[in-house]
């Protein structure tokens, strides 16, 4: 009986799947309308003004509407104090915008962190990501084409102390990179050896 009415429903989910049409043009997002890679991660005048264009319409990050307080960053930053220092800190690199701080790997109660400096900073751009990469110099988007790279987060937000669980395997990778998923541009990386 279970197996009857479980095929029907992934029957029906199927089927309106498919009767669903397109959304229009006229409703489509502004977002979704300006997504244009930047060619070998360059980002041109073009380029700039539609990411402008999308930062202004959606926000930063898919998380900036749940960034942390300062108060909440300020205590984040002094538990980490409690932990041991793994590797770092490692000043960012520019690669397409100016970075400012460092990352550092900490572990505390059993569990390895990336922690962005209480100084770090970037620009605003649509869907910044936090990738953990195993290319050394990732300075174009092609770096981590073939090479092993993870998505680790969303970037939390382009100012202040942060930090991001690891995975086990966190020891493979190389560098954490500041990546902007839909326009495919490397803002800038930092060492994790």
């Known amino acids: 009986m279970k197996t009857i009415f479980l095929a029907t429903c992934l029957a029906a989910i199927f089927l309106s799947g498919c009767t669903q049409s397109e959304p229009s043009a006229a409703s489509a997002t ?9 060619q070998d991660g360059v980002v041109t ?24 307080t300062q ?26 915008y100016d970075m400012k701080g460092s990352a550092t790997i900490i572990e505390r109660d059993g569990k390895k962190y990336l922690a962005f400096s209480k100084d770090f900073s970037t620009k605003s751009g649509p869907r910044l990501v936090v990738r953990l990469s195993n290319n050394a110099e990732p300075t174009s988007p092609s770096a981590l084409d073939g090479s092993k790279n993870v998505l680790l ?41």
């Open 153 to 193: 987060h969303d970037l939390i937000d382009v100012n202040g102390y942060q930090e991001y669980e690891l995975p086990s395997d966190y020891a493979d990778f190389e560098t954490v990179i500041v990546f902007c998923e839909p326009f495919r541009v490397i803002w800038g990386y930092a060492s994790l050896k």
């Open 30 to 38: 502004p977002f979704a309308q300006s997504i244009t890679p930047a």
């Open 71 to 96: 108060d909440e960053r300020d205590a984040m930053a002094q538990k980490s104090q409690t932990g041991n220092t793994l590797a770092g800190p490692n000043d960012f690199r520019r690669v397409q």
């Open 45 to 68: 005048q073009d380029i700039q003004k539609k990411m402008d264009d999308v930062t202004k319409a959606s926000g930063s990050t898919a998380v900036e509407k749940n960034t942390m």
